[in-house]
């Protein structure tokens, strides 16, 4: 994995700010695409969007079954948005790093475009794979090998390869890897997406 931003500009705020932006545009389609992705191997049970900020993946999968599904950001004007948007779904302001869930506790956990903005993603990874119980699906998404640039400089952190998420994800269990493509890439915002599935060991 390399380093892209040096410095770490992801804050409450300036995902307020982002939040609120993106709902005067409405969904893009690339994004709806990786939402139903993100949730294909959703059947049943507890779910939870780590980092949700404004995706749908926690609405969707709540649409599917109707179990107990979470969606946590750490942006609370977003969260408090998105429970008037979207009843039904548990919103909770909190930290992914520290989520304060019981061990084993979900049957799905989905990260989609999060690892790239965090510190420390093998601490996230940790905790997320701590809350997933044994034989349930880590679902995560990032851009593939990007550059400084091309997608969202100032605020992605890390670019990743392949080979670098096969590293931090499969001592956790069996990963399988995906790739979703844009017929608007190069364009910002459309870039290539690795999609990843991990089944607990």
Known sequence: MERLAKENINTPSEYERIYFERQEKGIDEF?????????????????VDLGCLDSLAAVMAYQKTKDEVWGI?????????????????????????DTKFPSDFFQYVVAGELIEHLEYPEK????????????????????????????DAERHLWSFTIEDIKNLISPYGKVKIS??????????????????????I
């Open 179 to 200: 790739l979703l493509k844009s017929r608007y890439f190069p364009y910002k915002y459309h870039h290539r997406n690795i999609i990843v599935y991990c089944k607990k």
């Open 31 to 47: 994004d709806l695409k990786r939402w139903e992705l993100l949730i294909k191997y959703y059947k049943y049970g507890k779910f």
């Open 124 to 151: 996230f990874l940790k905790e997320a794979f701590r809350i997933l119980k044994k034989k349930g699906i880590l679902a995560l998404s990032t851009p593939l090998n990007e550059k400084l640039g091309e997608v």
């Open 73 to 97: 950001d750490f942006a609370k004007d977003s969260i408090e948005d998105m429970k008037k948007r979207h009843p039904g779904v548990l919103w909770h302001v909190g930290n992914v790093y």
